[in-house]
């Protein structure tokens, strides 16, 4: 699934982010950002995983609010001075694209399921 290879692009680029400078320091956000980008990643698996359309739609639900869980945990990350602006622009930009991919899966889905009615 295209939201889910994004996601792990998502995971990768937060991994990436949450082992450099002071970052790595700060453990309570680093593993606040590291299990919200996970999550994103999990919910969609799970999601998949169970069978029923409905409890997709649902858990494709909290993955992509767990993409704004990371786009806020970024802008700490970006306010303490962990990261650099452009690094906290490329991954904005990633956890947008998740979100949006996402959302587009969820609607997708939603109307799916109701023609399926």
């Known amino acids: 699934m295209p939201c889910w290879n994004k996601a792990r ?16 320091k700060d453990f309570t956000l680093k ?16 999601g998949f995983d169970d069978g029923s359309t409905r409890e997709f739609i649902r858990f494709l639900g909290y993955s992509q609010r767990s993409c704004g869980e990371v786009q806020s945990q970024l802008y700490r990350a970006l306010d303490c001075n962990y990261i650099k602006q452009s690094q906290f622009d490329k991954a904005y930009e990633l956890s947008s694209e998740c979100r949006k991919q996402i959302k587009g899966f969820r609607k997708y889905l939603r109307n799916y399921d109701s023609s399926d009615l």
């Open 9 to 24: 692009e998502l995971c990768q680029a937060i991994f990436d982010l949450i082992n450099q400078g002071e970052f790595r």
């Open 31 to 46: 593993d606040q950002i590291w299990r919200a980008s996970g999550s994103v990643m999990d919910n969609i698996a799970k």
